[in-house]
């Protein structure tokens, strides 16, 4: 694309869909654990000390944003990131969060 080309609207509706998605401190620390390994709730509750209500409603707004999937396991249902390139934006996000602190 070129220097000062505009994306479709629909383009950046997304890409706010998804900022938003993100935009909690429980939604990027689910997001963290899930880059490393596919986790059940109860993992993720242990991991940000929180209900497995409310680890479960913060899944829900990840899968609706299209950046969680979900796969039964037996018993247990497992969640993982749904893009691989999910852990190179949270690694950004980190990397400008950490000069913001400067």
């Known amino acids: 694309m070129q220097a000062g080309a505009r ?7 997304s890409e706010a869909a998804i900022m938003r998605a993100m935009a909690h401190p429980v939604r990027l620390q689910i997001l963290e654990t899930l880059a490393h390994q596919s986790v059940c709730v109860c993992e993720l509750q242990s991991v940000t000390h929180r209900r497995q209500a409310y680890v479960s409603q913060q899944l829900s707004i990840l899968r609706a944003a299209g950046m969680v999937s979900s796969e039964k396991e037996g018993l247990q249902v497992r969640y993982r990131l749904t893009w691989p390139d999910t852990d190179r934006l949270l690694e950004i996000i980190r990397l400008v969060g950490a000069r913001r602190l400067e």
């Open 7 to 13: 994306h479709p609207m629909n383009s950046y509706q």
